[in-house]
């Protein structure tokens, strides 16, 4: 079992910057990727980045790109979600998800690759 908890979300104006940061407990060992998902009242649970854990790499939805930076530390088994030049269309709720398994018939940034999930930070930009 792996519990996560999110924490970060804010409220922020156009073109600022927030830091999510997602810290999982449990068992982690086993850990071998870890994404960030986002989803409003407008829009369907949207995979923005994932990184996997043990060689770090690191994959961004378009809509993100140049924009958002995943990264983890692993000593303190929490990923972070760095967002700059926030737009109104970033709001939405934001949910850490992990899998112990590997993604073997879902692309990574696919909820359904995911087991589990956090409760969600709310992330508010306002032009």
């Known amino acids: 079992q792996v519990q996560l908890m999110e924490s970060g979300g804010g409220s922020v104006q156009a073109g600022g910057s927030l830091r999510l940061s997602c810290a999982a407990s449990?068992?982690?060992?086993?850990?071998?990727?870890m994404g960030w998902f986002r989803q409003s009242l407008e829009k369907e649970r949207e995979g923005v980045a994932a990184i996997f854990v043990r060689s770090g790499s690191t994959y961004y939805a378009d809509s993100v790109k140049g924009r958002f930076i995943i990264s983890q530390d692993n000593a303190k088994n929490t990923v972070y979600l760095q967002m700059n030049s926030l737009k109104p269309e970033d709001a939405a709720m934001y949910y850490c998800a992990t899998s112990t398994a590997w993604p073997t018939n879902f692309g990574i940034l696919n909820a359904l690759g995911y087991k589990y999930w956090g409760q969600g930070t709310q992330v508010t930009v306002s032009s």
């Open positions: 449990g068992d982690t060992g086993s850990l071998k990727y």
